[in-house]
């Protein structure tokens, strides 16, 4: 019988050193992998936030429908706003040297009075000028049913005009730019902030947060959803705004878009930190429960601050003093003050102030949900009070 010789080295004294263990390692199976520190740990998270995110089916056909909804919208605007076009107008000889510089016009040379009078009663024209040497203004205007007043306006002569005040801004524009920043913050914020409830959720009832709180911490984890989420809701924005600019100027509408430029820059800015704010509250609350079932009854409070903003811009768009303060106040910012810088009704200064205080907003609301989500994760079972997570029992 052959003797089995044992291969592994021995140390001075007699210990055994086990194969595939350095000399400078401790004794064991295995050492366990250092954490990596906290800034690359969320880094981490965030890179798993944004490409689990991208490659679902559902963001990029929600994402895509977004934007096809929003270049529909303007172009359709576009369209019926010109639907009406020029005004036509049938001309006899020097009649038409009324209309030559005269916008919303289209004159259409006739060679007589009889051919004017076919085409008004044929609907072709609105309108035929003639000439009439007998008239004081050397002019008379043949109408089908009723006077056209747009005509009779043109070939007036105006005053001139001097006007003490701005006019006000047209109601119709004013409540679609008002609804436009407010329906995209609600989208945006409360899509983001409920996946980032429902992934907490998920892998607090599966476990698997456990696991990943054996690599990372707590804090950690949290940063880097809200970053993660923060990316991926900011390149929405933002690609809504481009596309919206985009549409605006193929649309030819360079009018508008000199007017909602600068208040869509300020609105991104503020999105992105409000979101901040709102990522913090969405997993703070989602930490709380370990069920799907039960997600309801934390999310209300969240949803309803996400909400209050849009339904305070679409009825309130023209009361100064509720967009004043809802400018000023956190959750609300993001859309109050660009909708008062649209209208013009802030100052330069007004902006930073407000978004100084979103970020200090933002900054205490993190680290107020970073205590409610580190001490909640790894609690299962009943629903955890806020109370008590604040407490740390």
């Known amino acids: 019988m052959s003797t089995q010789v044992d291969t592994r080295g021995t140390r001075p004294g007699g210990a055994v050193v086990g194969r595939g263990t350095s000399r400078g390692a401790p004794a064991g199976r295995g050492a366990r992998p250092t954490a990596p520190a906290t800034a690359r740990a969320a880094l981490l ?47 006899v000889g020097a009649t038409a040297d009324a209309f030559e ?17 076919r085409l008004v009663e044929d609907g072709d024209v609105r309108a035929a000028v003639l000439p009439a040497e007998d008239s ?3 002019v008379r205007v043949l109408a ?13 002569v105006a005053p001139d005009v001097e006007l003490l005040e701005e006019p006000d801004m047209d109601e119709g524009v004013r409540y679609l730019v008002s609804f436009g920043f407010g329906l995209v913050f609600l989208l945006s914020a409360a899509g983001f902030g409920s996946m980032i409830a429902q992934n907490t959720v998920t892998e607090k009832q599966s476990r698997i947060v456990e696991i990943l709180l054996a690599t990372v911490s707590a804090r950690s984890l949290l940063a880097g959803k809200i970053l993660g989420n923060s990316v991926l809701a900011f390149g929405q924005t933002a690609a809504i705004a481009a596309v919206a600019v985009i549409a605006l100027v193929v649309t030819g509408q360079d009018d508008l878009l000199a007017l909602i ?26 930490s709380l429960v370990s069920r799907m079932e ?13 909400m ?4 305070l811009v679409v009825f309130f768009n023209d009361n100064p003093v509720v967009l004043r303060v809802m400018s000023y106040v956190p959750f609300s910012a993001p859309v109050g003050m660009p909708v008062r810088l649209f209208l013009g009704e802030a100052a330069w200064w007004e902006p930073l102030v407000a978004l100084a205080l979103l970020a200090a907003a933002a900054v205490a609301v993190v680290a107020l949900g970073a205590k409610v989500y580190e001490r909640s994760l790894l609690r299962t079972g009943g629903r955890v009070k806020l109370r008590e997570a604040l407490r740390g029992s």
């Open 261 to 286: 430029g600068a208040p869509v820059v300020w609105f991104v800015l503020f999105f992105l930190v409000g979101f901040v704010l709102l990522a913090a509250m969405f997993a703070a609350a989602a």
């Open 136 to 138: 004081p203004v050397g």
């Open 101 to 117: 510089e005269q916008e919303g016009f289209e004159a259409v040379d006739v060679a007589d009075e009889a051919e004017a009078r």
């Open 144 to 156: 089908l049913d009723s006077a056209p007043l747009e005509v009779v306006s043109a070939l007036s």
């Open 294 to 306: 039960d997600i309801g009854s934390v999310m209300t409070p969240v949803i309803y601050l996400t």
């Open 308 to 311: 209050t903003p849009y339904f």
């Open 45 to 91: 998270v965030a890179e798993r936030e944004i490409t689990t995110v991208v490659r679902t089916k559902s963001f990029l056909v929600s994402t895509a429908i977004l934007l096809v909804g929003v270049l529909a919208s303007i172009i359709i605007g576009s369209v019926l706003a010109g639907r009406d076009g020029d005004t036509r107008v049938a001309v």
